[in-house]
């Protein structure tokens, strides 16, 4: 088995995205993220073996106490840490390329295996010739293209392409409530729901005086269910086309934004095999393999109110929040209960980990090996790095709680991070 490199650029589909499409307007303050550059402290091993590169080193006191709960894995960074990053004129996989003299001998010489099929992982350090070509991977994650092939294949969608005057037309009179979704939009941003007719002709207009000036039409518009529940399905499609299904993972999202994953109970499980979920997806992954992709895919489904099953809503061909909480999972040897979920915390000064970690386990909250209940810390920087000079810093924290209510979860963060002028959101 070859030595993998892994690393992550989150957001990737702002890089794929389009400047020739039409775009829907945004309703969310978003200053330039640096978020994204961090979040590589979560990633785990695929296999055994697997070295994982990120950015900045994460804070010591986190990787220690990861190591005593059975996270321990080889891991290199570009950066020592938050200042030698911004001396080094904050390198990122967002940017072309990452300064080669950064990436150790051992880290390049590894086989990459990127979160993502960014740009960068065909212009680097990296050889990519194990990667399916760059365009590919753009088509494949297209949400036109979900929708396309699911019409082809006879899979249930409810999603109809816009891409002409005429669609404009008649999503002018569509029925409401509706979802429009951009190509390569992501949780939180490039979505809308539509209930009320004047907003809808406040939308159509926004996006008419774009085509005027030359844009193409480029939209998803789906009804708007009435859903129980989010869930994926995490696949690979090896080099040879050998398609081996994972895992499914319950996503729990809070206005179309993510904010969680838990394990799918054994009830869920068997509603989704009843109706022959995994061989209504073969075809697709095979035709995303006969298209040119090969590599990670996370299938976005749902189930309705009224039990029907929707197989595919999205297609992400890359890794994805519930494959790496699966993993999570997996290495922690954690049981069923256990739940991955993002916070957002506001903070003024850095957090400092190994306070927080203290205070936690002061509170008996930390989970320790062997434990039933408690709460696992993933990442650190998102909580270390000034976001652009705005007046209060806002950091993602990503968690995993065990054995506790979601509103004993909720007691133990406020409390912990009040203990440092921090507040959870």
Known sequence: ????????????????????????????????????????????????GDRILTLVKPDSSLSSYHQSIGAGFYRESLCEDLQSWEENGAPNWRSLPVPCGLISETMSQGKQSPFANVPSAYQGVFSSDHLPDYQDVVKVNDKRYAVD??????????GTNLQSSSC???LETHSLPLILKEPFGVSGKGSLVIKHPAILARICDHLKKQMQHGKQLALTVEPFLEKALDFSSQWKISEDGTVTFISYSEILNEHLKFSGVRQPSSALIERIESVGYRAQLEPLLATMFKDGYWGAVCIDSMLLQDGTVVPVVEINARESMGSLAHRWFECLELPSEALFQQYTIKYDAPIDMGALLNTLNEMNALYNKGMKSGVIPLNSLCLQAPDNGEPNNMGRCYMISLGLSAAAVSEVLTEAFQSQGAMVQ
Request: with cysteine; proline share 5%.
């Open 1 to 48: 088995m070859s030595v993998r490199t892994l690393w992550a650029c989150f957001n990737a589909e702002s890089l794929w995205k389009s400047a020739c499409f039409t775009s829907l307007p945004s309703f969310t303050h978003e200053a330039q993220d640096r978020q994204h550059h961090f979040l590589d402290e979560i990633l785990v091993p695929q296999q055994p």
């Open 149 to 158: 092939c699911c019409h082809r294949l006879g899979i249930k969608s409810y």
């Open 168 to 170: 404009l037309a008649a």
